[in-house]
């Protein structure tokens, strides 16, 4: 039986940090859906369909991974819910730095509440990228910055465009 795991997030936009989580996860499972959030809860720079776009070339135009094992999607229900209808009792979430352990650990045990058949497994980025946010990435392109050890050749380029 082939294992799904699911990864939801905002991805505006998706950086190093993040795509480190879906290298480490494709080596522990066989298909990673890649969750993006159409919630109305934050104010997003990019719209739901330029995240869809920006994940899909950064995974597999800028990065050249295997369209076999991931797919990207979009999401506005709960992530339980999601699990449910991809047949999935795994959440993946990354994790940087320790500030971070506090919201994921109430986040899982909410979704561990919601649906007690679902685990929420925590990866760690890998230490260069451990700094890393799509905040700051926003922030340093908004004022020019150099932002090439942070996300991908596409994203860069959609960044400088929003920012012109």
Do not use: W
Not at 9 to 15: A, K, Q, S, V, Y
Not at 24 to 42: P, R, T
Not at 99 to 116: H, I, P, V
Request: aromatic share 10%; with cysteine; net charge positive.
């Amino acid at each position: 039986m082939k294992k799904t795991a699911i990864y939801p997030g905002t991805f505006d936009p998706i950086t190093y940090g993040h795509i480190d989580v879906i290298q480490k996860s494709l080596k522990i499972f066989d298909k990673i859906i890649v969750a993006i959030s159409d919630g109305k809860q934050k104010n997003h720079l990019f719209s739901i369909n330029e995240r869809i776009e920006l994940v899909n070339k950064a995974l597999f135009s800028d990065l050249k991974f295997n369209k076999n094992n991931i797919k990207v999607i979009s999401f506005n229900s709960l992530t339980t819910e999601l699990c449910k209808k991809y047949n999935s009792k795994i959440i993946l979430r990354g994790l940087r730095a320790a500030s971070d352990f506090e919201y994921e650990f109430q986040l899982a045990g909410m979704n561990r509440k919601l649906n007690s058949d679902i685990e929420t497994i925590f990866l760690m980025s890998d230490v260069k990228n451990q700094i890393i946010s799509s905040r700051l990435i926003k922030e340093i392109a908004e004022l020019k910055g150099d932002i090439k050890k942070f996300t991908t050749k596409t994203t860069i380029n959609s960044l400088k465009k929003k920012y012109e």
